[in-house]
């Protein structure tokens, strides 16, 4: 994702004049077309009218870290955003996605009962009763929610967790997978961001209220008092802890956090648990190894779409796009290996 800077200094056109092109103020020639689409990597015809597009601001999404992020980072996450809008689109064309399952009741239960009873009604919608969710990513997939790994950065220190809007036709969820390549991380941003898209909607971004109750949110999420009472117990005991981290899939210190918020343990006795765990060696499970909290549902689209003479290639020229683009959106890599030729 380029910024409008370095797309003029790539081209030797103005950041004016190519703000004036995104306007539509000002039509620009052939061969300045010709050096935009070299700069940016994509066919001429990317430039045509009629190709699917819907613009994605900063305000209509919600960044996990919008505090840790600059406005350059923003505007490459939305790019990122619309680019998945789009290939979706073009699926869509071809293939029947699920039904978007977000009762439209819970913002409401949210503002008057509280994130937390938000995400009860959550779990009795869906079905999932009081027991840990397997899979996270893959139910939301299954609610008709898109979702989908970003790219690694250039210096692979990402600053943006994860993000979401409902400005598309369908939910959207972005997550990371190089900045702390955690699958219990994972699954939390996961549904911070669930929590933001059925509590907040379009609601402005960045407001530290709202990041609390989506955690709030999350936690219940993962984590239902009722059946977590049950199974904590009322003194600080690791050994059992690593359990139920395993058992619920959160983090040893989304644990002691709880015990601390429903009254288990003092507030001096949480401190001294987070000092302990900071020191303790950290154990990352990297997310690829747990294929339920790795988004497929583009992937197994474009699967179904091949069983029907769709390509990769056609996609492409729907998009009008480069190839790899779609690969490299999909998470397939190009194999720049070159190829044996056996002569018999």
Known sequence: MLTKKEVAERSDVSPAAIGQYEAGIVAPRLDTVERLARALDVPIEFFSPGRPLQRLESSETHFESLRATTAKQRSRATAFAEQVWELSHALEAHVRFPDVDLPED????????????AARSLRAAWGLGSQPVGH?????????????LAPPTEDGT?????????SFRRPLIVLTSDRADDVLRHRF???????????????PSGDLRLEREADAFAA????PETTLLEELKPRLDFAHLYLLSERWGVAVKSLVFRSHELGLISESTARRAYIRLASAPQTLRPILQFQGEVPSLLNDAVDLAESRGVTVGSLA???RWKTKQVRQLL?????TRPALRVVK
């Open 106 to 117: 819970l913002a409401e239960i949210g503002r008057g009962e509280g994130p937390q009873a």
């Open 136 to 148: 996270l990513v893959a139910h939301l997939e299954a609610r008709g929610i898109i979702c989908c």
């Open 158 to 166: 990402p600053r943006i967790d994860a993000y979401s809007t409902l």
């Open 189 to 203: 941003s996961a549904a911070h961001e669930l929590g933001h898209l059925v509590l907040h909607g379009a609601a």
């Open 220 to 223: 219940e999420f993962l984590t």
């Open 317 to 319: 020229e729907q998009l």
């Open 331 to 335: 998470g397939l890599h190009e194999d």
